[in-house]
């Protein structure tokens, strides 16, 4: 009898580690299967962006004997003649304030308004929820040309507070979707602490909430970033005029009808172009993931 | 003195501190009653919710709704935004853009977009996430890299592809070494083929995310479900197809709708690669109304095609809100 049982739990042991053989053999199968799709996709995203980089390092003539050739020999002129023209800087320079007066103003003004939403009682609470969260429904496309005129009747037009402030109001209803949430969040008892040491509700959004809701706040400010910083629409319609006066974008594409025959030149401006969003993107890629899949889950 | 309280407990912060003066304050310090310290409660507390959310909700107001409203109302009129706004034409000028064919077959090209969105992206970035979904040597340089072109602009895409693309471009010199020159095409400037390349070259830009979005789903999905359905002898699809999918489908679901409104509204993409051309067999709702609206200066046109780029985004939002999002949201509620 005895003899019988432990020979059966042996079976089973063996058959049990041959499922396991299986499993992992399969397994393996599809990590090869894995790697190879992960390296086909790498591939096709690449390709084309080291393309650019490369033909920033050979001249035009030598991209039209040979397209898809590498530099041969490498030319640094291009990219010389770029980062020492002071058009480019001063494009960088707007992009970058843009950015930062975007952000700056999103993230002050989302976090406020979003915190009477998430912690007060109040009649028209939901009402101005609502209004706040249509926002998402109107694409600057549907307002641009009014927004255009409005700007220009402000005499804003070639200003960047003209490209600012528009873009602000434009990113709130998404920054005070994800700020609110997180606010509500932290937990009550925080709050009547606050209460107790003889804090207001005024002193205790600044000196308790909005240290706690960093991370809600790099997030939405992130996104403020990258939103502004690829900003096209807007920034055609308001930074008319001078080349020195435009962002990023607007720069790439009129040096692109510029000089376009000059297809080196072109693909060394690109390449320094997209060059601060790729290594914003490098550092900040954990925070720009996680804030895009709770935008969407939020 | 009734009604005044009344009134008081609602206005904002101004009307009670002047209300506050010299001569009704004294009386109210001597004794205060419940009612006056919750009046005063309330007072501060609207204070404080105007002080907060106010500067938020006028810039919204001033710079998101005004504009839209201000399209909706130039849509009734024939203007060039300079002159007087005197010529009422009621619906004439949507009228025009729906008899226009022009217009029509922008229409057309962002449901084209919209159709192929789901019918290849969709596809083609859920088969890529289920097989990516898993531990390997790096995985996270691979995802890394897929979502990049995410963060670059539409415009620098553009300028990328156009360069790559052009007559004569490295593209070209691919093909030919491969020995397909005969497939060489002119991608950006034959009418038949330019949608199809700019559906080629948005979703370079945007497939990485669908990616991600998924590969973030699926993430979600408890292990010990798929380990159980493998004991059991499920094969990999069956895993995928019972366990997987249906369990990441609201993502798929928030995913179709940020692609819809997108495909809806695109503008910078076409813009710097075609300007909606060759003649206009490219064109967008969105950069039909910048040719007309804007270049031509027809505002009150241009006006009428915005609002109708509005209220097609509306549609399709409202219709995806109440069928799916709703859904998802009563199993979230029975879920948890």
Same mark, same amino acid.
């Given at each position: 009898?005895?003899?019988?049982?432990?020979?059966?739990?042996?079976?089973?042991?063996?058959?049990?580690?041959?499922?396991?053989?299986?499993?992992?053999?399969?397994?393996?199968?599809?990590?090869?299967?894995?790697?190879?799709?992960?390296?086909?996709?790498?591939?096709?995203?690449?390709?084309?962006?080291?393309?650019?980089?490369?033909?920033?390092?050979?001249?035009?003539?030598?991209?039209?004997?040979?397209?898809?050739?590498? +530099?041969?020999?490498?030319?640094?002129?291009?990219?010389?003649?770029?980062?020492?023209?002071?058009?480019?800087?001063?494009?960088? /320079?707007?992009?970058?304030?843009?950015?930062?007066?975007?952000?700056?103003?999103?993230? /002050?003004?989302?976090?406020?308004?979003?915190?009477?939403?998430?912690?007060?009682?109040?009649?028209?609470?939901?009402?101005?929820?609502?209004?706040?969260?249509?926002?998402?429904?109107?694409?600057?496309?549907?307002?641009?040309? +009014?927004?255009?005129?409005?700007?220009?009747?402000?005499?804003?037009?070639?200003?960047?507070?003209?490209?600012?402030? +528009?873009?602000?109001?434009?990113? /709130? +209803?998404?920054?005070?979707?994800?700020?609110?949430?997180?606010?509500?969040?932290?937990?009550?008892?925080?709050?009547?602490?606050?209460?107790?040491?003889?804090?207001?509700?005024?002193?205790?959004?600044?000196?308790?909430?909005?240290?706690?809701?960093?991370?809600?706040?790099?997030?939405?400010?992130?996104?403020?970033?990258?939103?502004?910083?690829?900003?096209?629409?807007?920034?055609?319609?308001?930074?008319?005029?001078?080349?020195?006066?435009?962002? /990023?974008?607007?720069?790439?594409?009129?040096?692109?009808?510029?000089?376009?025959?000059?297809?080196?030149?072109?693909?060394?401006?690109?390449?320094?172009?997209?060059?601060?969003?790729?290594?914003?993107?490098?550092?900040?890629?954990?925070?720009?993931?996680?804030?895009?899949?709770?935008?969407?889950?939020? | 003195?009734?009604?005044?309280?009344?009134?008081?407990? @609602?206005?904002?912060?101004?009307?009670?501190?002047?209300?506050?003066?010299?001569?009704?304050?004294?009386?109210?310090?001597?004794?205060?009653?419940?009612?006056?310290?919750?009046?005063?409660?309330?007072? @501060?507390?609207?204070?404080?919710?105007?002080?907060?959310?106010?500067?938020?909700?006028?810039?919204?107001?001033?710079?998101?709704?005004?504009?839209? %409203?201000?399209?909706?109302?130039?849509?009734?009129?024939?203007?060039? %935004?300079?002159?007087?706004?005197?010529?009422?034409?009621?619906?004439?000028?949507?009228?025009?853009?729906?008899?226009?064919?022009?217009?029509?077959?922008?229409?057309?090209?962002?449901?084209?977009?919209? %159709?192929?969105?789901?019918?290849?992206?969709?596809?083609?970035?859920?088969?890529?996430?289920?097989?990516?979904?898993? @531990?390997?040597?790096?995985?996270?340089?691979?995802?890394?890299?897929?979502?990049?072109?995410?963060?670059?602009?539409?415009?620098?895409? =553009?300028?990328?592809?156009?360069?790559?693309?052009?007559?004569?471009?490295? $593209?070209?010199?691919?093909?030919?070494? $491969?020995?397909?020159?005969?497939?060489?095409?002119?991608?950006?400037?034959?009418?038949?083929?330019?949608?199809?390349?700019?559906?080629?070259?948005?979703?370079?830009?945007?497939?990485?995310?669908?990616?991600?979005?998924?590969? =973030?789903?699926?993430?979600?999905?408890?292990?010990?479900?798929?380990?159980?359905?493998?004991?059991?002898?499920?094969?990999?699809?069956?895993?995928?197809?019972?366990?997987?999918?249906?369990?990441?489908?609201?993502?798929?679901?928030?995913?179709?709708?940020?692609?819809?409104?997108?495909?809806?509204?695109?503008?910078?993409?076409?813009?710097? $690669?075609?300007?909606?051309?060759?003649?206009?067999?490219?064109?967008?709702?969105?950069?039909?109304?910048?040719?007309?609206?804007?270049?031509?200066?027809?505002?009150?046109?241009?006006?009428?095609?915005?609002?109708?780029?509005?209220?097609?985004?509306?549609?399709?939002?409202?219709?995806?809100?109440?069928?799916?999002?709703?859904?998802?949201?009563?199993?979230?509620?029975?879920?948890?």
């Amino acid at each position: 009898m005895g003899a019988e049982d432990v020979s059966t739990m042996t079976e089973q042991k063996t058959s049990n580690e041959a499922d396991v053989r299986v499993r992992r053999f399969r397994l393996d199968y599809g990590n090869i299967l894995a790697i190879v799709v992960g390296l086909a996709a790498v591939a096709v995203t690449l390709v084309p962006l080291i393309y650019v980089v490369l033909g920033g390092f050979r001249t035009t003539w030598q991209l039209a004997d040979n397209p898809a050739g590498l +530099p041969h020999p490498w030319v640094f002129s291009k990219y010389g003649s770029v980062l020492t023209s002071a058009r480019f800087w001063h494009q960088m /320079l707007n992009s970058i304030l843009v950015a930062a007066g975007t952000t700056t103003g999103v993230i /002050l003004l989302g976090t406020m308004a979003a915190y009477p939403l998430a912690r007060y009682n109040f009649r028209a609470k939901g009402v101005l929820y609502v209004i706040f969260t249509l926002g998402l429904m109107f694409p600057i496309g549907v307002a641009a040309l +009014p927004l255009y005129l409005l700007i220009r009747d402000l005499g804003l037009i070639g200003s960047l507070w003209g490209v600012i402030i +528009p873009q602000i109001a434009f990113q /709130l +209803p998404i920054t005070i979707i994800i700020m609110r949430p997180f606010l509500k969040a932290l937990p009550k008892e925080i709050e009547e602490a606050a209460q107790i040491d003889g804090l207001g509700r005024v002193g205790f959004f600044w000196r308790i909430l909005v240290p706690l809701a960093r991370p809600a706040i790099l997030t939405v400010g992130v996104l403020a970033f990258i939103a502004s910083w690829n900003a096209y629409l807007l920034p055609l319609l308001i930074l008319q005029g001078d080349a020195s006066g435009h962002t /990023l974008p607007l720069g790439v594409q009129q040096f692109q009808t510029q000089y376009s025959s000059d297809t080196a030149a072109i693909l060394a401006y690109t390449s320094l172009a997209m060059l601060p969003a790729l290594a914003f993107f490098t550092i900040l890629e954990r925070r720009i993931v996680d804030g895009l899949t709770g935008a969407v889950k939020g | 003195m009734k009604t005044k309280e009344a009134s008081g407990t @609602r206005s904002d912060p101004v009307d009670t501190s002047s209300a506050g003066s010299d001569s009704e304050k004294k009386p109210e310090k001597k004794v205060r009653t419940p009612e006056q310290i919750r009046r005063r409660d309330t007072t @501060r507390k609207w204070g404080e919710i105007s002080l907060f959310s106010g500067p938020a909700l006028i810039v919204f107001l001033v710079f998101v709704v005004l504009p839209v %409203g201000l399209a909706m109302y130039y849509s009734f009129y024939n203007w060039n %935004g300079i002159e007087k706004l005197d010529n009422f034409i009621g619906l004439d000028n949507y009228r025009r853009a729906f008899g226009d064919p022009a217009f029509l077959h922008a229409l057309r090209n962002n449901l084209f977009v919209v %159709g192929m969105s789901l019918l290849v992206q969709f596809p083609v970035a859920l088969v890529v996430a289920l097989v990516l979904n898993r @531990r390997f040597r790096g995985r996270n340089v691979v995802r890394m890299v897929i979502f990049a072109p995410y963060i670059l602009s539409e415009v620098i895409t =553009a300028v990328l592809w156009l360069l790559i693309l052009q007559p004569r471009g490295p $593209l070209d010199a691919v093909m030919e070494h $491969l020995g397909l020159g005969g497939l060489k095409q002119l991608w950006l400037a034959d009418l038949n083929l330019v949608m199809w390349t700019v559906f080629f070259v948005i979703s370079w830009k945007y497939i990485g995310l669908a990616i991600i979005l998924f590969l =973030a789903g699926l993430a979600g999905v408890p292990q010990d479900l798929q380990e159980a359905a493998t004991i059991d002898g499920a094969s990999w699809w069956q895993v995928q197809r019972r366990i997987n999918i249906p369990l990441i489908a609201p993502t798929i679901r928030v995913w179709m709708f940020l692609s819809i409104i997108g495909s809806i509204q695109l503008f910078d993409m076409v813009w710097v $690669l075609t300007h909606g051309g060759p003649a206009g067999a490219s064109s967008t709702i969105a950069t039909y109304m910048f040719q007309y609206g804007f270049m031509r200066s027809q505002y009150g046109y241009g006006s009428a095609v915005a609002v109708i780029l509005f209220f097609l985004s509306l549609i399709a939002a409202t219709v995806y809100m109440s069928l799916v999002l709703r859904r998802d949201n009563a199993n979230d509620t029975n879920g948890g």
